[in-house]
Protein backbone atom coordinates (compact mmCIF):
# COMPACT_ATOMS: atom_id res chain seq x y z
CA UNK A 1 0.00 0.00 0.00
CA UNK A 2 2.59 2.68 0.74
CA UNK A 3 4.30 1.89 -2.39
CA UNK A 4 2.72 5.46 -3.55
CA UNK A 5 5.34 6.94 -1.20
CA UNK A 6 8.03 5.71 -3.30
CA UNK A 7 6.50 6.25 -6.34
CA UNK A 8 5.33 9.54 -5.92
CA UNK A 9 9.34 10.30 -6.33
CA UNK A 10 9.93 8.27 -9.46
CA UNK A 11 10.16 10.99 -11.64
CA UNK A 12 13.05 12.21 -9.09
CA UNK A 13 15.19 9.32 -9.27
CA UNK A 14 16.94 9.59 -12.70
CA UNK A 15 20.30 11.86 -12.91
CA UNK A 16 21.59 13.87 -15.39
CA UNK A 17 25.15 12.42 -16.02
CA UNK A 18 26.84 13.18 -19.22
CA UNK A 19 28.59 10.65 -21.71
CA UNK A 20 29.52 9.88 -24.53
CA UNK A 21 28.75 6.19 -25.64
CA UNK A 22 29.39 4.14 -28.90
CA UNK A 23 25.68 2.87 -30.44
CA UNK A 24 26.90 -0.84 -29.19
CA UNK A 25 27.67 0.48 -25.83
CA UNK A 26 24.07 2.87 -25.39
CA UNK A 27 21.36 -0.69 -26.38
CA UNK A 28 22.12 -2.85 -23.38
CA UNK A 29 22.53 -6.28 -24.29
CA UNK A 30 20.65 -9.15 -22.05
CA UNK A 31 20.83 -11.49 -18.63
CA UNK A 32 18.68 -14.12 -20.05
CA UNK A 33 20.56 -15.67 -23.80
CA UNK A 34 22.72 -13.69 -26.54
CA UNK A 35 20.44 -15.00 -28.81
CA UNK A 36 17.64 -13.74 -30.44
CA UNK A 37 14.21 -14.75 -31.42
CA UNK A 38 11.86 -14.41 -33.80
CA UNK A 39 9.07 -12.57 -33.11
CA UNK A 40 5.53 -12.28 -34.78
CA UNK A 41 2.43 -10.82 -33.91
CA UNK A 42 1.08 -13.94 -31.81
CA UNK A 43 4.78 -14.65 -29.94
CA UNK A 44 3.66 -13.66 -26.35
CA UNK A 45 -0.37 -14.91 -26.66
CA UNK A 46 1.49 -18.16 -27.62
CA UNK A 47 3.75 -18.06 -24.70
CA UNK A 48 0.82 -17.37 -22.19
CA UNK A 49 -1.52 -20.01 -23.62
CA UNK A 50 1.53 -22.21 -23.14
CA UNK A 51 2.19 -21.19 -19.68
CA UNK A 52 -1.62 -21.97 -18.32
CA UNK A 53 -0.84 -25.11 -19.05
CA UNK A 54 2.01 -25.80 -16.11
CA UNK A 55 1.46 -25.50 -12.77
CA UNK A 56 2.46 -21.22 -11.21
CA UNK A 57 5.89 -20.85 -10.47
CA UNK A 58 6.44 -17.71 -7.97
CA UNK A 59 8.63 -14.75 -9.89
CA UNK A 60 12.25 -14.79 -8.41
CA UNK A 61 12.69 -12.61 -5.74
CA UNK A 62 16.04 -13.69 -4.24
CA UNK A 63 18.31 -10.63 -3.29
CA UNK A 64 21.76 -10.47 -2.22
CA UNK A 65 21.96 -9.84 0.88
CA UNK A 66 23.24 -5.79 0.64
CA UNK A 67 19.74 -5.38 -1.47
CA UNK A 68 17.72 -7.66 0.15
CA UNK A 69 16.70 -5.24 2.99
CA UNK A 70 17.24 -1.41 1.35
CA UNK A 71 15.27 1.77 3.32
CA UNK A 72 13.65 3.79 1.42
CA UNK A 73 16.25 6.29 1.22
CA UNK A 74 18.96 3.91 0.47
CA UNK A 75 16.64 2.31 -2.61
CA UNK A 76 16.13 6.11 -3.87
CA UNK A 77 20.50 6.76 -4.07
CA UNK A 78 20.17 3.71 -6.94
CA UNK A 79 19.84 6.01 -9.75
CA UNK A 80 19.73 5.09 -13.33
CA UNK A 81 22.34 6.44 -15.97
CA UNK A 82 20.40 8.32 -18.69
CA UNK A 83 23.46 7.59 -20.84
CA UNK A 84 22.71 3.89 -20.67
CA UNK A 85 19.28 4.30 -21.95
CA UNK A 86 17.43 2.40 -24.74
CA UNK A 87 17.22 3.82 -28.05
CA UNK A 88 19.20 7.20 -26.83
CA UNK A 89 21.19 8.65 -29.68
CA UNK A 90 19.28 6.87 -32.61
CA UNK A 91 17.25 9.89 -33.37
CA UNK A 92 13.81 7.96 -31.90
CA UNK A 93 11.48 9.57 -30.33
CA UNK A 94 11.12 7.36 -27.52
CA UNK A 95 13.65 6.36 -24.26
CA UNK A 96 13.78 3.65 -22.00
CA UNK A 97 15.22 3.69 -18.56
CA UNK A 98 15.33 0.76 -16.38
CA UNK A 99 14.87 0.33 -12.61
CA UNK A 100 16.83 -2.04 -10.05
CA UNK A 101 15.46 -4.35 -7.89
CA UNK A 102 15.64 -3.66 -4.37
CA UNK A 103 13.25 -2.06 -1.28
CA UNK A 104 9.83 -3.10 -2.21
CA UNK A 105 10.57 -4.39 -6.05
CA UNK A 106 11.90 -7.95 -5.41
CA UNK A 107 10.37 -9.81 -8.35
CA UNK A 108 12.74 -9.92 -11.25
CA UNK A 109 11.22 -9.48 -15.16
CA UNK A 110 12.79 -9.98 -18.32
CA UNK A 111 13.35 -7.38 -20.57
CA UNK A 112 13.75 -7.20 -24.65
CA UNK A 113 14.03 -5.27 -27.60
CA UNK A 114 11.85 -6.19 -30.54
CA UNK A 115 13.57 -5.16 -33.68
CA UNK A 116 12.97 -6.38 -37.48
CA UNK A 117 11.25 -9.11 -36.60
CA UNK A 118 13.78 -10.23 -34.00
CA UNK A 119 13.43 -9.90 -29.85
CA UNK A 120 16.75 -9.58 -28.35
CA UNK A 121 17.03 -9.65 -24.39
CA UNK A 122 18.51 -6.58 -22.65
CA UNK A 123 20.94 -7.87 -20.58
CA UNK A 124 21.74 -6.22 -16.67
CA UNK A 125 24.99 -4.28 -15.86
CA UNK A 126 25.67 -2.33 -12.48
CA UNK A 127 27.01 0.28 -14.80
CA UNK A 128 24.45 1.19 -15.81
CA UNK A 129 23.54 2.39 -12.48
CA UNK A 130 24.78 5.05 -9.84
CA UNK A 131 24.17 3.24 -6.76
CA UNK A 132 25.33 6.04 -4.22
CA UNK A 133 26.09 4.82 -0.59
CA UNK A 134 24.91 1.66 -1.26
CA UNK A 135 28.02 -1.15 -2.74
CA UNK A 136 27.91 -2.18 -6.05
CA UNK A 137 26.31 -5.22 -6.51
CA UNK A 138 28.98 -7.84 -8.23
CA UNK A 139 25.29 -10.59 -8.70
CA UNK A 140 23.09 -10.43 -11.60
CA UNK A 141 20.75 -8.21 -9.97
CA UNK A 142 18.14 -7.69 -13.03
CA UNK A 143 15.85 -5.42 -13.35
CA UNK A 144 12.27 -4.68 -11.80
CA UNK A 145 10.63 -2.56 -14.50
CA UNK A 146 11.23 0.15 -16.70
CA UNK A 147 9.89 3.42 -17.85
CA UNK A 148 9.45 5.74 -20.72
CA UNK A 149 10.63 8.99 -21.74
CA UNK A 150 9.55 11.59 -24.90
CA UNK A 151 9.49 14.90 -25.57
CA UNK A 152 6.20 15.36 -24.28
CA UNK A 153 6.47 19.10 -22.59
CA UNK A 154 8.90 20.57 -24.87
CA UNK A 155 10.89 19.21 -27.92
CA UNK A 156 14.10 19.63 -26.74
CA UNK A 157 13.46 17.60 -23.58
CA UNK A 158 12.44 13.88 -22.69
CA UNK A 159 10.26 13.71 -19.74
CA UNK A 160 9.29 10.71 -18.33
CA UNK A 161 5.85 9.40 -19.09
CA UNK A 162 5.18 6.16 -18.51
CA UNK A 163 6.10 3.53 -15.65
CA UNK A 164 6.00 -0.01 -15.50
CA UNK A 165 6.88 -1.71 -11.94
CA UNK A 166 5.75 -3.93 -9.22
CA UNK A 167 3.24 -6.60 -9.90
CA UNK A 168 1.22 -5.76 -12.83
CA UNK A 169 1.45 -2.08 -11.99
CA UNK A 170 1.85 1.11 -14.09
CA UNK A 171 1.33 4.87 -14.23
CA UNK A 172 1.41 7.58 -16.79
CA UNK A 173 0.94 11.26 -17.03
CA UNK A 174 0.03 13.84 -19.93
CA UNK A 175 1.72 16.89 -20.79
CA UNK A 176 1.92 19.46 -17.65
CA UNK A 177 0.74 16.69 -15.24
CA UNK A 178 2.13 15.08 -12.19
CA UNK A 179 2.58 10.86 -11.21
CA UNK A 180 -0.94 10.19 -9.39
CA UNK A 181 -3.17 7.27 -10.04
CA UNK A 182 -1.88 4.04 -11.35
CA UNK A 183 -3.30 1.73 -13.49
CA UNK A 184 -2.49 -2.84 -13.76
CA UNK A 185 -3.26 -5.36 -15.77
CA UNK A 186 -5.43 -7.21 -13.71
CA UNK A 187 -6.83 -7.56 -10.20
CA UNK A 188 -8.10 -10.44 -8.70
CA UNK A 189 -10.34 -10.79 -5.34
CA UNK A 190 -9.63 -7.50 -4.58
CA UNK A 191 -11.52 -6.96 -1.35
CA UNK A 192 -11.93 -10.56 -0.66
CA UNK A 193 -12.19 -11.85 3.24
CA UNK A 194 -9.49 -14.67 2.07
CA UNK A 195 -6.88 -12.53 0.50
CA UNK A 196 -6.16 -10.36 -2.71
CA UNK A 197 -4.45 -12.20 -5.63
CA UNK A 198 -1.40 -9.85 -7.15
CA UNK A 199 -0.89 -10.88 -10.64
CA UNK A 200 2.78 -9.83 -12.04
CA UNK A 201 3.95 -8.95 -15.39
CA UNK A 202 6.81 -11.04 -15.90
CA UNK A 203 8.31 -10.48 -18.87
CA UNK A 204 7.66 -7.34 -21.89
CA UNK A 205 9.07 -6.59 -25.37
CA UNK A 206 9.77 -3.14 -26.34
CA UNK A 207 9.29 -2.71 -29.91
CA UNK A 208 11.60 0.20 -31.02
CA UNK A 209 9.75 2.71 -32.73
CA UNK A 210 10.35 4.48 -36.27
CA UNK A 211 11.55 7.65 -36.18
CA UNK A 212 8.85 10.19 -36.56
CA UNK A 213 6.02 8.12 -35.12
CA UNK A 214 3.88 9.14 -32.11
CA UNK A 215 3.65 5.39 -30.65
CA UNK A 216 5.73 3.08 -28.99
CA UNK A 217 4.45 -0.61 -28.53
CA UNK A 218 5.20 -2.45 -25.35
CA UNK A 219 3.76 -6.12 -24.59
CA UNK A 220 4.17 -8.36 -21.13
CA UNK A 221 3.55 -11.36 -20.41
CA UNK A 222 1.36 -11.74 -17.08
CA UNK A 223 1.12 -14.82 -14.62
CA UNK A 224 -0.31 -15.81 -11.18
CA UNK A 225 -1.86 -18.57 -9.51
CA UNK A 226 -5.34 -18.44 -11.29
CA UNK A 227 -4.13 -17.15 -15.22
CA UNK A 228 -1.65 -15.99 -17.26
CA UNK A 229 -1.91 -13.76 -20.06
CA UNK A 230 -0.55 -11.48 -22.93
CA UNK A 231 -0.90 -7.83 -23.18
CA UNK A 232 -0.17 -5.05 -25.73
CA UNK A 233 0.17 -1.78 -24.86
CA UNK A 234 0.02 1.09 -27.46
CA UNK A 235 1.27 4.20 -25.72
CA UNK A 236 0.57 7.37 -27.56
CA UNK A 237 2.35 10.35 -25.16
CA UNK A 238 0.51 13.77 -25.47
CA UNK A 239 -1.69 16.41 -24.39
CA UNK A 240 -3.82 13.59 -23.24
CA UNK A 241 -1.84 10.17 -23.41
CA UNK A 242 -3.16 7.60 -24.49
CA UNK A 243 -2.50 3.75 -23.94
CA UNK A 244 -4.42 1.21 -26.15
CA UNK A 245 -4.87 -1.94 -24.09
CA UNK A 246 -5.47 -5.33 -25.98
CA UNK A 247 -5.42 -8.30 -23.28
CA UNK A 248 -5.90 -12.04 -24.06
CA UNK A 249 -6.17 -14.02 -20.53
CA UNK A 250 -5.63 -17.79 -20.25
CA UNK A 251 -7.22 -19.17 -16.89
CA UNK A 252 -5.64 -21.84 -14.96
CA UNK A 253 -9.07 -22.02 -12.31
CA UNK A 254 -12.36 -20.05 -12.86
CA UNK A 255 -11.89 -16.41 -12.05
CA UNK A 256 -15.09 -15.77 -9.63
CA UNK A 257 -13.95 -12.04 -9.40
CA UNK A 258 -11.82 -9.86 -11.82
CA UNK A 259 -10.96 -6.50 -12.49
CA UNK A 260 -10.48 -5.76 -15.69
CA UNK A 261 -9.13 -2.01 -16.29
CA UNK A 262 -8.03 -1.75 -13.13
CA UNK A 263 -7.21 1.55 -11.28
CA UNK A 264 -5.76 2.22 -8.08
CA UNK A 265 -5.46 5.83 -6.50
CA UNK A 266 -6.00 7.83 -3.14
CA UNK A 267 -8.43 9.72 -1.08
CA UNK A 268 -7.68 10.99 2.10
CA UNK A 269 -10.15 13.86 2.57
CA UNK A 270 -12.19 16.87 0.90
CA UNK A 271 -15.22 18.88 1.80
CA UNK A 272 -17.34 15.92 2.05
CA UNK A 273 -15.70 14.37 5.10
CA UNK A 274 -13.03 16.50 6.37
CA UNK A 275 -14.25 16.27 10.35
CA UNK A 276 -11.32 14.90 12.04
CA UNK A 277 -9.05 15.90 9.76
CA UNK A 278 -6.56 18.69 10.88
CA UNK A 279 -4.42 19.53 8.28
CA UNK A 280 -3.92 22.81 6.86
CA UNK A 281 -4.73 22.14 3.40
CA UNK A 282 -8.12 22.14 1.95
CA UNK A 283 -8.19 18.83 0.38
CA UNK A 284 -5.90 15.73 -0.05
CA UNK A 285 -6.54 13.07 -2.70
CA UNK A 286 -5.11 12.16 -6.43
CA UNK A 287 -9.21 11.50 -7.22
CA UNK A 288 -12.16 12.95 -5.98
CA UNK A 289 -14.55 10.47 -7.58
CA UNK A 290 -15.47 8.15 -9.90
CA UNK A 291 -17.16 9.12 -13.07
CA UNK A 292 -19.57 6.60 -15.03
CA UNK A 293 -21.21 6.31 -18.45
CA UNK A 294 -23.89 3.07 -18.68
CA UNK A 295 -24.89 1.16 -21.07
CA UNK A 296 -28.71 2.83 -20.47
CA UNK A 297 -27.06 6.29 -21.23
CA UNK A 298 -26.70 7.61 -17.43
CA UNK A 299 -24.02 9.85 -16.65
CA UNK A 300 -23.11 9.36 -13.28
CA UNK A 301 -20.92 10.75 -10.47
CA UNK A 302 -19.88 9.31 -6.76
CA UNK A 303 -17.63 11.22 -4.98
CA UNK A 304 -15.44 9.58 -3.33
CA UNK A 305 -15.05 8.84 0.91
CA UNK A 306 -12.45 7.55 3.38
CA UNK A 307 -14.23 5.74 5.18
CA UNK A 308 -14.32 4.01 9.00
CA UNK A 309 -14.72 0.81 7.64
CA UNK A 310 -14.01 -1.15 4.23
CA UNK A 311 -16.94 -0.41 1.97
CA UNK A 312 -17.21 -1.72 -1.63
CA UNK A 313 -20.24 -0.64 -4.20
CA UNK A 314 -21.21 -2.21 -7.39
CA UNK A 315 -22.83 -0.57 -10.07
CA UNK A 316 -24.79 -2.95 -12.39
CA UNK A 317 -24.83 -2.33 -15.71
CA UNK A 318 -25.76 -4.07 -19.32
CA UNK A 319 -22.60 -2.59 -20.92
CA UNK A 320 -20.48 -0.19 -19.96
CA UNK A 321 -19.39 2.78 -22.17
CA UNK A 322 -16.90 3.73 -19.88
CA UNK A 323 -15.52 4.82 -16.08
CA UNK A 324 -13.13 6.16 -14.67
CA UNK A 325 -11.49 7.73 -11.24
CA UNK A 326 -11.30 11.66 -11.84
CA UNK A 327 -9.28 14.30 -10.31
CA UNK A 328 -11.96 17.53 -11.03
CA UNK A 329 -10.55 20.19 -9.17
CA UNK A 330 -7.81 21.90 -10.95
CA UNK A 331 -6.75 25.28 -9.07
CA UNK A 332 -3.84 25.09 -6.76
CA UNK A 333 -6.61 27.17 -4.37
CA UNK A 334 -8.53 23.74 -3.81
CA UNK A 335 -5.17 21.81 -2.13
CA UNK A 336 -2.97 24.44 -0.91
CA UNK A 337 -0.15 22.22 -1.17
CA UNK A 338 2.86 23.49 -2.87
CA UNK A 339 5.10 19.92 -3.14
CA UNK A 340 2.05 17.56 -3.69
CA UNK A 341 0.33 19.93 -6.59
CA UNK A 342 -2.21 17.54 -6.25
CA UNK A 343 -3.83 19.53 -8.79
CA UNK A 344 -1.94 18.59 -11.44
CA UNK A 345 -2.59 14.79 -10.74
CA UNK A 346 -4.32 12.58 -13.93
CA UNK A 347 -7.72 11.70 -14.31
CA UNK A 348 -7.72 8.11 -15.78
CA UNK A 349 -10.83 7.41 -17.98
CA UNK A 350 -11.00 3.84 -19.46
CA UNK A 351 -13.37 3.59 -23.00
CA UNK A 352 -14.04 -0.60 -23.84
CA UNK A 353 -13.12 -0.88 -27.52
CA UNK A 354 -16.24 -3.17 -28.53
CA UNK A 355 -19.26 -4.97 -25.97
CA UNK A 356 -18.45 -5.46 -22.69
CA UNK A 357 -21.63 -7.41 -22.27
CA UNK A 358 -23.64 -8.02 -18.72
CA UNK A 359 -21.36 -7.03 -15.53
CA UNK A 360 -20.59 -3.95 -13.08
CA UNK A 361 -18.44 -1.55 -12.29
CA UNK A 362 -16.95 -1.79 -8.61
CA UNK A 363 -15.58 0.78 -6.30
CA UNK A 364 -13.69 -0.62 -3.07
CA UNK A 365 -13.05 2.25 -0.38
CA UNK A 366 -10.41 0.95 2.17
CA UNK A 367 -9.98 3.20 5.54
CA UNK A 368 -6.72 4.89 5.62
CA UNK A 369 -4.86 7.15 8.17
CA UNK A 370 -2.00 8.53 5.93
CA UNK A 371 -2.08 9.76 2.91
CA UNK A 372 0.44 7.52 1.12
CA UNK A 373 -1.59 5.18 1.21
CA UNK A 374 -3.36 3.97 -2.29
CA UNK A 375 -6.92 3.21 -0.71
CA UNK A 376 -8.81 3.30 -3.52
CA UNK A 377 -9.78 0.57 -6.22
CA UNK A 378 -11.86 0.68 -9.36
CA UNK A 379 -13.05 -2.01 -11.88
CA UNK A 380 -14.96 -3.77 -14.38
CA UNK A 381 -16.13 -7.07 -13.73
CA UNK A 382 -18.04 -9.30 -16.21
CA UNK A 383 -21.27 -10.87 -15.13
CA UNK A 384 -20.36 -14.44 -15.82
CA UNK A 385 -17.21 -15.91 -14.32
CA UNK A 386 -14.30 -16.42 -16.46
CA UNK A 387 -14.19 -20.05 -16.89
CA UNK A 388 -10.77 -21.91 -16.93
CA UNK A 389 -8.89 -23.33 -19.83
CA UNK A 390 -10.76 -20.87 -22.21
CA UNK A 391 -9.45 -17.89 -24.04
CA UNK A 392 -10.70 -14.17 -22.42
CA UNK A 393 -10.05 -11.10 -24.80
CA UNK A 394 -10.67 -7.47 -23.26
CA UNK A 395 -9.88 -4.29 -25.13
CA UNK A 396 -9.73 -1.02 -23.83
CA UNK A 397 -8.58 2.38 -24.25
CA UNK A 398 -6.89 4.41 -21.12
CA UNK A 399 -6.84 8.02 -21.60
CA UNK A 400 -4.56 10.21 -18.71
CA UNK A 401 -6.48 13.18 -19.18
CA UNK A 402 -7.85 16.02 -16.63
CA UNK A 403 -11.62 15.26 -17.65
CA UNK A 404 -13.85 12.83 -18.94
CA UNK A 405 -12.80 13.11 -22.93
CA UNK A 406 -16.59 12.45 -24.03
CA UNK A 407 -19.06 15.52 -25.12
CA UNK A 408 -22.00 15.85 -22.76
CA UNK A 409 -24.58 18.33 -22.46
CA UNK A 410 -25.27 17.53 -19.20
CA UNK A 411 -23.73 19.71 -16.65
CA UNK A 412 -21.10 18.43 -14.69
CA UNK A 413 -21.04 18.21 -10.61
CA UNK A 414 -17.95 20.11 -9.08
CA UNK A 415 -17.64 20.31 -5.58
CA UNK A 416 -19.99 17.84 -2.85
CA UNK A 417 -19.69 19.35 1.14
CA UNK A 418 -20.80 17.71 4.00
CA UNK A 419 -21.77 18.63 7.17
CA UNK A 420 -24.14 19.14 10.14
CA UNK A 421 -27.36 20.82 10.31
CA UNK A 422 -28.86 22.76 13.09
CA UNK A 423 -31.53 20.39 14.04
CA UNK A 424 -28.85 17.52 13.54
CA UNK A 425 -29.53 16.42 10.05
CA UNK A 426 -27.21 15.97 7.75
CA UNK A 427 -26.84 18.64 5.04
CA UNK A 428 -25.40 18.12 1.51
CA UNK A 429 -24.62 20.75 -0.51
CA UNK A 430 -23.67 19.70 -4.57
CA UNK A 431 -22.13 22.24 -7.09
CA UNK A 432 -22.78 21.49 -10.84
CA UNK A 433 -21.42 23.93 -13.70
CA UNK A 434 -21.94 23.45 -17.26
CA UNK A 435 -22.89 25.13 -20.68
CA UNK A 436 -26.53 24.46 -20.72
CA UNK A 437 -27.06 25.89 -17.21
CA UNK A 438 -25.60 29.22 -19.01
CA UNK A 439 -28.78 28.78 -21.22
CA UNK A 440 -31.01 28.71 -18.92
CA UNK A 441 -34.03 31.65 -19.13
CA UNK A 442 -33.91 33.35 -15.95
CA UNK A 443 -37.72 32.29 -15.17
CA UNK A 444 -36.67 28.71 -15.28
CA UNK A 445 -36.16 27.74 -11.87
CA UNK A 446 -34.70 24.12 -11.88
CA UNK A 447 -35.63 20.90 -9.49
CA UNK A 448 -33.92 18.89 -7.28
CA UNK A 449 -34.70 15.64 -7.55
CA UNK A 450 -33.08 13.00 -4.71
CA UNK A 451 -33.80 10.02 -3.21
CA UNK A 452 -32.46 8.16 0.30
CA UNK A 453 -32.43 4.95 0.78
CA UNK A 454 -33.05 4.30 3.86
CA UNK A 455 -33.81 7.34 5.14
CA UNK A 456 -35.50 10.88 4.22
CA UNK A 457 -35.05 14.09 2.77
CA UNK A 458 -36.02 17.12 3.62
CA UNK A 459 -35.83 20.95 2.02
CA UNK A 460 -34.29 20.13 -1.47
CA UNK A 461 -33.05 23.41 -2.96
CA UNK A 462 -31.51 24.57 -6.07
CA UNK A 463 -29.95 27.78 -6.50
CA UNK A 464 -27.91 29.99 -8.62
CA UNK A 465 -24.62 29.73 -7.52
CA UNK A 466 -23.31 33.21 -9.36
CA UNK A 467 -19.03 32.59 -8.10
CA UNK A 468 -19.24 29.66 -10.37
CA UNK A 469 -21.94 30.01 -12.98
CA UNK A 470 -23.93 27.26 -12.31
CA UNK A 471 -26.15 26.23 -9.75
CA UNK A 472 -26.30 24.69 -5.73
CA UNK A 473 -28.62 21.88 -4.80
CA UNK A 474 -28.75 21.36 -1.48
CA UNK A 475 -30.58 19.08 1.00
CA UNK A 476 -31.27 17.54 4.30
CA UNK A 477 -30.89 14.21 4.98
CA UNK A 478 -32.57 12.55 8.06
CA UNK A 479 -30.80 9.15 8.64
CA UNK A 480 -32.76 8.02 11.70
CA UNK A 481 -31.15 4.64 12.91
CA UNK A 482 -29.42 3.95 9.60
CA UNK A 483 -25.25 4.04 9.64
CA UNK A 484 -25.82 3.72 5.85
CA UNK A 485 -27.69 5.63 3.32
CA UNK A 486 -27.86 5.29 -0.51
CA UNK A 487 -28.66 9.17 -2.18
CA UNK A 488 -28.93 9.81 -5.16
CA UNK A 489 -29.77 13.53 -6.75
CA UNK A 490 -29.85 15.43 -10.04
CA UNK A 491 -30.77 18.78 -11.52
CA UNK A 492 -33.86 18.56 -13.39
CA UNK A 493 -35.66 20.99 -15.49
CA UNK A 494 -39.20 19.27 -15.73
CA UNK A 495 -38.78 16.10 -16.84
CA UNK A 496 -35.28 16.53 -18.40
CA UNK A 497 -31.96 16.37 -16.92
CA UNK A 498 -30.22 18.76 -16.60
CA UNK A 499 -27.54 17.50 -14.77
CA UNK A 500 -25.49 14.12 -14.31
CA UNK A 501 -26.72 12.13 -11.68
CA UNK A 502 -24.81 12.58 -8.52
CA UNK A 503 -24.92 9.04 -6.37
CA UNK A 504 -23.40 9.17 -2.97
CA UNK A 505 -22.86 6.44 0.22
CA UNK A 506 -23.59 8.18 3.36
CA UNK A 507 -22.05 6.02 5.97
CA UNK A 508 -21.99 6.74 10.16
Known sequence: MQRRKFLGH??????????????????????????TTAFGGSFV????????????????????????HLTYDQYR????????????????????????RGFLFE????????????????????????????????DDMGFSGFRIHAPINRPDYFDEVCVFQ????????????????????????????????FPAFKSFWLERPTPGTNAVVVQALLDSPSTSGAFRFTIRPGSETIFDVEMSLYPRNDIEHAGLAALTSMFFFDSNNRAGYDDYRRAIHDSDGLA??????????????????????????????????????????????????????PSLWVEPIGATGEGAVQLVEIPTPIETNDNIVAFWTPKQPIKAKTEFA??????????????????RVTDTACGIALDGSRLFVIDVVGDNLKALAKDISPQVQVTANPGAIRNAVAEANPQTGGWRMSFELVPGDATLVDLRAQLMDAEAPLSEVWIYRWTH
Open 10 to 35: GGALAVALVATLAPEQVRPASTASAS
Open 292 to 345: MWTGRGEQLWRPLNNPARLQMSSFVDPGSRGFGLMQRKRQFDDYEDLEAHYEKR
Open 394 to 411: FTYRLHWCDDIPIHSDLA
Open 166 to 197: GASYFRAVAKGQNYGLSSRGLAIKTGDAGGEE
Open 45 to 68: RDLARDLATRPYQPPDRSLPGSFA
Open 107 to 138: DRVDLFEVADGHASPIRYSPDMFVFGKTPRPT
Open 77 to 100: GIRFDPAHALWRGMGLPFEVQFLH
